[in-house]
């Protein structure tokens, strides 16, 4: 009988060890959020940080403020998003942890729990510097001379350059305290991206930061899509032979391949999209370029990507864009490619190599003059 009892005990203590167990692993956090009067009866909505086809909960504003109550199985890093019926929104990211998260979404402020508290510190560590950086803008877009903008954009590089410095010791910083969360995570994805922007990140130092990292920071989705970007684009950099892409012709939406159209030739290739300022205000130059250079051997390509098939054809015909125009309705050439941002201009040589990359302005046509020589 007495063993009975005490394997029944032992059944009993297992259960409520696997049920303690149970309840520890649950991470049931309440947000409550503050926004701006103008989005009142705006949808809000939770989106996780690794995949922002997934969305956790949502609710809308109302009085100026929200709630979102919900449950993850572990922290994950997550962005809030406010939307208006106008289209106008505002985002935070935010830790979904076990605790009551605070956002003031018009204030950008974070708080409330530990992993919150630490990534508030590291999205304002450079405030200052953002402040500098907000008002030599508005200096430089109201400058009346060149002489006036070029002496705003050297203080402008000076002032970025301090905030990427800043900023990347508070990242590393936060990082040394987190390197087995997703906090930690967060805080190496940022890392990368920031030197990657700044032109000094690498596949090989990628790979050093992630040699010895938990598998939360190696796994975090983020960072295993910047530095596969990284490769690619070390793959596709200057010098290197370009790679074909299956493509649609734009009108038609047939397939077709971009070596038809490039092969032999000097080409010029311009990724843009309908919804992108800057790939807009380079269509004059490359009109221009068409119009002087290809009877001596060049062939202009515009490449649309992230797009909508509408929205190109409607952008081609009030630019009057006349040279080829190819279209890539799933993200395989800005894969392929590493591309991160547009315009991506590239110039490519007749026997394929890639001669230059980043092509903008004046830098286009001076490309082009020297590879037709």
């Known amino acids: 009988m007495t063993k009975i009892l005490s394997y029944k005990r032992l059944i009993l203590l297992l259960i409520s060890a696997f049920m303690i167990g149970a309840c520890a692993e649950k991470q049931e956090y309440v947000i409550f959020g503050n926004v701006d009067k103008q989005y009142e009866?705006?949808?809000?909505?939770?989106?996780?940080?690794?995949?922002?086809?997934?969305?956790?909960?949502?609710?809308?504003?109302?009085?100026?403020?929200?709630?979102?109550?919900?449950?993850?199985?572990?922290?994950?890093?997550?962005?809030?998003?406010?939307?208006?019926?106008?289209g106008?929104?505002?985002?935070?990211?935010?830790v979904l942890e076990k605790g009551v998260?605070?956002?003031?979404?018009?204030?950008?402020?974070?708080?409330?729990?530990?992993?919150?508290?630490?990534?508030?510190?590291?999205?304002?560590?450079?405030?200052?510097?953002?402040?500098?950086?907000?008002?030599?803008?508005s200096q430089y877009m109201t400058?009346?001379?060149?002489?006036?903008?070029?002496?705003?954009?050297?203080?402008?590089?000076?002032?970025?350059?301090?905030?990427?410095?800043?900023?990347?010791?508070?990242?590393?910083?936060?990082?040394?305290?987190?390197k087995d969360n997703i906090l930690g995570a967060y805080s190496?994805?940022?890392?990368?991206?920031?030197?990657?922007?700044?032109?000094?990140?690498?596949?090989?130092?990628a790979d050093s930061l992630l040699q010895n990292a938990s598998s939360v920071v190696v796994n975090f989705a983020p960072t295993k899509n910047i530095v596969e970007t990284i490769r690619n684009m070390e793959k596709t950099s200057v010098g290197k032979h370009y790679i074909d892409l299956e493509l649609l012709e734009s009108e038609e939406q047939t397939p077709t391949l971009l070596s038809k159209y490039i092969d032999g030739k000097v080409a010029l290739i311009d990724f843009w999209a309908s919804w992108c300022g800057p790939c807009r205000n380079e269509?004059?130059?490359?009109?221009?370029?068409?119009?002087k250079y290809s009877d001596k051997g060049l062939v202009v390509v515009g490449l649309n990507v992230l797009d909508k098939p509408?929205?190109?054809?409607?952008?081609?015909?009030?630019?009057n864009m006349t040279w080829i125009q190819l279209l890539d309705t799933t993200t395989q050439a800005t894969n392929v490619y590493g591309i991160n941002s547009i315009p991506q201009i590239m110039l490519i040589g007749a026997d394929g190599t890639i001669l230059a990359r980043d092509?903008?302005?004046?830098?286009v046509e001076a490309a082009v003059v020297e590879a037709l020589k």
């Open 188 to 205: 190496i994805y940022k890392i990368i991206e920031t030197e990657f922007q700044r032109g000094n990140m690498t596949s090989h130092i």
């Open 88 to 94: 106008k929104r505002v985002t935070m990211n935010c």
């Open 101 to 137: 998260i605070e956002l003031d979404m018009f204030e950008n402020v974070l708080k409330g729990t530990l992993k919150n508290d630490a990534l508030h510190e590291l999205n304002t560590a450079c405030e200052m510097e953002v402040e500098a950086l907000e008002m030599l803008y």
């Open 283 to 291: 269509m004059p130059n490359l009109a221009n370029i068409h119009k």
């Open 359 to 363: 092509l903008r302005g004046e830098d």
């Open 41 to 86: 009866g705006a949808e809000v909505y939770v989106l996780n940080e690794e995949n922002r086809r997934e969305k956790l909960d949502s609710t809308v504003v109302k009085d100026g403020w929200f709630r979102l109550q919900g449950e993850v199985k572990q922290p994950i890093l997550a962005v809030i998003v406010v939307k208006s019926e106008t």
């Open 143 to 178: 400058a009346v001379s060149e002489e006036e903008r070029k002496a705003i954009e050297l203080k402008y590089d000076s002032v970025n350059e301090l905030y990427n410095d800043k900023y990347l010791i508070t990242a590393l910083c936060t990082y040394n305290s987190n």
């Open 310 to 319: 509408a929205a190109q054809q409607k952008t081609i015909e009030t630019m």
